[in-house]
């Protein structure tokens, strides 16, 4: 058993009352590899915003949980060398399926797990969730619960269609349950392809597809019911179509990759939205970088000569976000 507090890591409890209150959100970004790691961390610390490392099913297949771990403990380390006496850094699961694989993440050293029972009757996603919640919090490690479903594919979660969040189920849910933050579905969807081209216009002026709206509606009743309660979007890339544009100019071949609209995360950002999850746009600017790379040096064989500009183009690309669409720069309790 490793208690998160002895790694120098967070959970999300004041984090997200900090967010809220200011009228900002925390980013949530999945991380693989130390390249994004090391993006992410120098984002954060330059920026001065609490963070969120999310570890998911594939990351766990990919890299290995333990791994992952250690690299979280390592990533405060990092940020501490770079200048951040006090940085404010979460390891969360991302969409943990079962009571199992939470405890497991629980008691090695993560300080904040996702139950997803989302896919689950009403009552079994609550009665899993509690459990969890009750496991978790014994050792002061916050939880997010699901409540509807995201369409799109992300590692090994995927749905055809979305099915809104119900407002009227979100007081009884959080009551029971006891989770700290709860995923809401207003639309955003995971994966770079999130909406259908016919479900799309197109913008006169760039001749760009442009996606419906979210359902603001929705977010509106559900904080109605849960007034000042975390609630966490994801699948909320913006799918940046520079990225698009250099991926399928070097080479590429990605085909109507649509995101969600920066201007919605930053009004989202604004309300009682307090996580954001940003996973596809790091990938894309990853891929970005490395084909161009390949393609204007195609002797070059030095992974290091193409995943420093990966890693590079990443961190622009989180610093953008923290700066530009959720406002979480400069808001760590101890500046
Ligand atoms: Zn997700």
Redesign the pocket.
């Known amino acids: 058993m490793v208690n998160y507090k002895d790694l120098g890591l967070v959970n999300t409890r004041d984090m997200f009352a900090r967010a809220i209150k200011g009228g900002y959100a925390i980013p949530a970004f999945n991380f693989n590899n130390m390249e994004q790691l090391q993006a992410i961390v120098k984002a954060a610390v330059e920026t001065k915003s609490p963070v969120i490392l999310q570890v998911s099913k594939g990351a766990r297949n990919y890299a290995n949980q333990t791994l992952l771990r250690y690299m979280a403990e390592g990533a405060v380390e990092y940020a501490k060398e770079l200048g951040c006496a006090h940085p404010e850094i979460v390891l969360h699961l991302?969409?943990g399926d079962s009571f199992e694989l939470c405890k497991s993440c629980v008691d090695m050293g993560f300080s904040s797990v996702m139950i997803d029972g989302s896919h689950l009757p009403y009552e079994e996603n609550v009665a899993l969730t509690k459990k969890v919640v009750e496991y978790a919090h014994q050792f002061d490690v916050t939880v997010e619960g699901e409540l509807g479903v995201?369409a799109g594919v992300?590692d090994e979660?995927s749905a055809e269609h979305h099915t809104y969040t119900n407002p009227e189920e979100v007081i009884d849910f959080a009551t029971r349950t006891g989770c700290d933050s709860l995923?809401i579905s207003i639309g955003t969807s995971?994966g770079a392809y999130k909406f259908k081209p016919e479900q799309c216009h197109v913008d006169p002026a760039t001749g760009r597809l442009v996606p419906p709206p979210l359902a603001f509606e929705v977010l509106d009743a559900v904080m109605e019911k849960l007034p000042g309660f975390p609630i966490v979007l994801?699948?909320s890339s913006s799918v940046p179509q520079e990225y698009v544009d250099m991926i399928n100019q070097y080479g590429g071949k990605l085909e109507a990759a649509i995101g969600i609209p920066e201007d919605e995360l930053r009004k989202a950002a604004k309300s009682a939205v307090c996580k954001i999850?940003i996973d596809s746009d790091s990938r894309l600017a990853m891929t970005a970088a490395v084909r161009k790379v390949f393609a204007e040096k195609p002797a070059e064989f030095d992974p290091r000569k193409y995943l420093g500009p990966a890693r590079d183009e990443m961190e622009k690309l989180y610093k953008h976000k923290i700066i530009n669409v959720l406002g979480s720069n400069d808001k760590l309790a101890n500046l």
Do not use: K, P, R, S
Request: aromatic share 0%; no cysteine.
């Open positions: 991302d969409h995201l992300e979660v995923a995971h994801h699948g999850n």
